[in-house]
């Protein structure tokens, strides 16, 4: 297992505002990782961040980018699946071997009919993807109406849809009232990519669970999720693929988190046995 460099934590903060291709790369081989999650390139050459992400010899291990496949109206559907065309397209020049999908909940839908709607929708995901042999996974989201939140939720979407695969979020499936690392386990064949991150329950918060808590995010080890269990569940199934450290919260530097949670998570890793 190693740790993959997330975009989205780094954009979170002045990064995002003044995106700079060779600082990711400098903070990725500064933290001795080999490789990144791109979620959306940021307006840069989809070919640029191949050039400059090979010249450091970093790999790019996922396109990640969010698409509304599973919208109630029929022509925000279809717009979504010309958007994931271009997604994979993009995926393709970066060299990357598949995408993420993060789907969220629509206003005004209940977790029912999302999941329907985003059944039917990733068929045809799956089938276009074929085309450009990229995989396409979906992850644990957080919140009470997202469509995929459960291990009972991906349990069924990977029977009913051949080819899908799961980007893990131990973070997230916390949030659903489950044990992390017994949910990875789960599903554990079909996990390809992994979030890690952390929450802590508040008073007050954005996030509302669908176990009924309210969540703010933490740093990675610094909330309620163990992710040394969880890390254990992942050597025990034998899973050797890319864990993303994703951070959330306000209350660090999104760089600075990236590195105390990516160093963590490496000191973490080195300690297995």
């Known amino acids: 297992m190693k740790i993959s460099l997330m975009s989205y934590t780094l954009a979170r903060g002045p990064w995002g505002k003044e995106p700079d291709l060779i600082a990711l790369c400098e903070l990725a081989r500064e933290l001795e990782l080999d490789a990144v999650d791109w979620v959306t390139v940021y307006n840069f050459a989809p070919s640029e961040v191949a050039k400059v992400t090979a010249d450091y010899g970093l790999k790019n291990i996922c396109y990640t980018f969010s698409v509304p496949i599973h919208h109630e109206d029929v022509k925000i559907r279809a717009k979504a699946l010309e958007e994931v065309e271009r997604g994979l397209e993009i995926a393709s020049i970066l060299g990357s071997d598949k995408i993420m999908l993060p789907l969220s909940r629509v206003e005004g839908q209940s977790k029912e009919r999302s999941q329907k709607l985003a059944q039917e929708s990733l068929h045809e995901v799956v089938a276009l993807a074929r085309a450009y042999n990229i995989t396409v996974t979906i ?3 957080h919140g009470q109406f997202a469509p995929f939140i459960t291990s009972k939720d991906f ?13 893990y979020d131990n973070g997230n499936v916390y949030t659903a009232g489950e044990d992390p690392a017994e949910a990875f386990l789960k599903v554990k064949e079909h996990i390809i990519h992994a979030h890690f991150k952390d929450w802590q329950v508040a008073p007050e918060g ?17 909330g309620l999720v163990d992710p040394l269990l969880c890390l254990q569940a992942m050597q025990s199934a034998g899973y050797t693929g890319y864990i993303n450290m994703e951070y959330e919260g306000s209350e660090y530097d999104p760089k600075d988190a990236i590195v105390r949670g990516t160093k963590y998570l490496q000191t973490l890793i080195g300690s297995l046995t």
């Not at 509302?208 to 610094?222: K, S, T």
């Open 139 to 141: 992850e644990h989201f």
């Open 155 to 167: 349990e069924e979407a990977v029977t009913t849809i051949p080819g899908l695969k799961i980007t």
């Open 206 to 222: 954005h996030i509302h669970g669908l176990d009924g808590r309210i969540y703010r995010a933490a740093l990675v080890g610094e």
